[in-house]
């Protein structure tokens, strides 16, 4: 099994630099739809339901502070993922890999996995929260 960080560093390799926001949404999207598709994680780590949208906290700590994100920052390892990894990865690409970082949050905030686990958290505030693979498997089935 991958790690979040083999995840994102196949992501910057496939797409180039981008922003932080950026990378943590498609990093999410990409986990939401293996759950769905192949039934299994994509990686173990967890994500949580922040204020502006989902984030793996173990990628958070190691980007912290940094907006543009370059391909090998996180010292994973691309070649990590399986073919049927790397295979919904890329389609994952495709459908939101040309989006802006802010239509990518606004999607994940219209999205009833992130609502239902900010429930009760004020909204600004950071919240700890775990998204829950079957909350996403849930709601990305029924698309």
Do not use: C
């Not at 943590?24 to 994680?41: I, M, R």
């Not at 990590?80 to 890999?97: F, P, Q």
């Not at 802010?102 to 600004?124: F, K, N, Y």
């Amino acid at each position: 099994m991958a790690t979040a960080h083999d995840v994102a560093d196949f992501i910057l390799a496939k797409l180039g630099a981008m922003s932080a926001m950026k990378l943590q949404k498609l990093v999410y999207y990409s986990q939401a739809w293996h759950l769905t598709w192949a039934e299994k994680p994509l990686f173990e780590n967890q994500i949580q339901a922040w204020a502006n949208g989902p984030v793996v906290p173990a990628l958070y700590q190691a980007h912290k502070g940094k907006f543009l994100l370059e391909p090998g920052f996180f010292g994973g390892k691309p070649d990590a993922l399986s073919d049927d990894e790397r295979d919904t990865v890329e389609r994952v690409l495709g459908a939101y890999g040309d989006k802006s970082p802010q239509w990518l949050s606004d999607l994940t905030h219209a999205e009833s996995p992130w609502r239902d686990a900010r429930a009760g958290i004020p909204d600004g505030d950071r919240g700890e929260t775990t998204i829950g693979h079957d909350a996403m498997v849930e709601y990305y089935s029924s698309l």
